[in-house]
């Protein structure tokens, strides 16, 4: 079956489409704040490193009450709020350079926002995805997720790099506003074949909590994922947080960071037949080892060409990575506990890739970007060591 088959249906093809152009606003917003703190903290590596702690922690935080949110309400109407949220920070800061304010704390305090919003939409995005597919589908489903993500990573740093010089940021913080105010559009206008809503006997939130801790605790095969993802996204934070701090000039850096989106689209394509001729687990353990030596490349040049393919390498294997670990949670999580099984997941990678990114800028602070790199491949490789033999996915999907 081909990753592209679930766009033959119109429902699931139009929230494709409006979720492909918020994620690229997404990233452009992401790109673009991370260049104004880069100019506004006079390339603080710590200061740089904590927007992506900003980012990610209050996914952290969040991510499990949204899921347990995702399973108990209208999934569609949820989204729609959560865009809504997300719209209002690019419009403040924008607004704050209007008026001469360079704070690099509003532009983390308004991260933080946007983040809450990002809480709120990706488990329950995700959970919605097998009501728009039929169950055979969902595997290309959470592919074509996955590459609208990844594409947003080629889409946003490119149209960063490209017009950032000429239009500068206010105008590029208007338009990921417009971005996301467009899914909303599609959102309202949506007409789902089946309820968004999980239908679900009355219970309290702590008993919700409680039913997720209770299936964690008895399921090896989730506990692996959740183990090996958490591992997995504590090296991916190193592009976010180092980046910045190897590229001098915006169109390069947008340049060099739109190639780790464009190696994820082209990991998408490739992933059925790598993963049907070579099985899922070892194709997953030699993405893992791969993103680790392309990490630990990037510390060897310093020409914008090998850079861009050394992060091309890099987004080809994190999408196999990510969509392998998607994948593995939706087959085993039950259909009530998806919402609160995906945000668990959620919690767990982001909380690392938070949780990681200030302990990559510190070693960057106190030693070079190069080290703190180093560093990061070689956590890597040891943690792969130590938990390849924890399978996750089976091989007949």
């Not at 740089?48 to 899921?67: D, H, K, Y």
């Not at 108990?72 to 997300?86: C, E, P, Q």
């Not at 030596?293 to 994190?318: K, Q």
Request: a positive charge.
């Amino acid at each position: 079956m081909s990753i592209f088959s679930p766009l033959s249906h119109a429902t699931f093809r139009t929230f494709w489409i409006g979720m492909s152009v918020s994620t690229a606003g997404f990233w452009m917003q992401n790109i673009t704040v991370t260049w104004l703190m880069r100019e506004w903290s006079q390339t603080d590596p710590l200061l740089v490193s904590l927007v992506q702690t900003a980012m990610f922690l209050p996914v952290m935080f969040l991510s499990l009450p949204a899921g347990v949110i995702a399973d108990r309400f209208d999934r569609r109407i949820l989204l729609i709020t959560a865009h809504s949220v997300m719209a209002a920070t690019p419009i403040i800061i924008a607004g704050s350079i209007l008026l001469g304010v360079q704070s690099p704390s509003l532009l983390l305090l308004m991260t933080v926002v946007l983040a809450a919003g990002n809480a709120m939409k990706l488990p329950t995005q995700s959970a919605l995805l097998p009501d728009l597919v039929a169950t055979p589908e969902l595997p290309s489903a959470i592919g074509l997720n996955s590459m609208a993500v990844n594409g947003g990573r080629v889409a946003g740093p490119l149209v960063s790099a490209g017009l950032l010089p000429f239009l500068g940021p206010i105008a590029l913080l208007f338009a990921n506003a417009l971005t996301y105010c467009s899914f909303i559009i599609i959102l309202a206008r949506l007409k789902l074949e089946q309820s968004a809503t999980v239908v679900r006997a009355k219970t309290s939130l702590r008993e919700d909590v409680r039913e997720l801790v209770s299936f964690t605790l008895a399921d090896k095969k989730f506990q692996a994922t959740l183990l090996r993802s958490g591992l997995y996204f504590a090296v991916w934070s190193t592009v976010l947080a180092i980046l910045p701090l190897l590229v001098a000039d915006a169109r390069e850096f947008g340049f060099v960071y739109a190639n780790f989106g464009l190696g994820s689209i082209v990991g998408a394509v490739a992933m059925e037949p790598v993963r049907r001729y070579l099985g899922n687990e070892f194709t997953l353990n030699v993405a893992i080892i791969g993103h680790a030596i392309f990490i630990a490349g990037l510390t060897l040049f310093e020409s914008i060409a090998a850079m861009s393919a050394c992060l091309f390498a890099v987004g080809a294997m994190s999408f196999y990575v990510m969509s392998t670990f998607q994948i593995a949670a939706q087959t085993v999580l039950p259909r009530h506990l998806r919402g609160r099984g995906l945000a668990l997941m959620t919690t767990v990678m982001m909380g690392a890739t938070a949780l990681s990114s200030p302990v990559w800028g510190s070693l960057a602070e106190l030693w070079s970007p190069s080290t703190a790199l180093q560093a990061a491949a070689i956590f890597s490789a040891v943690s792969l060591a130590l938990t390849f033999r924890k399978k996750v996915i089976p091989e007949n999907l």
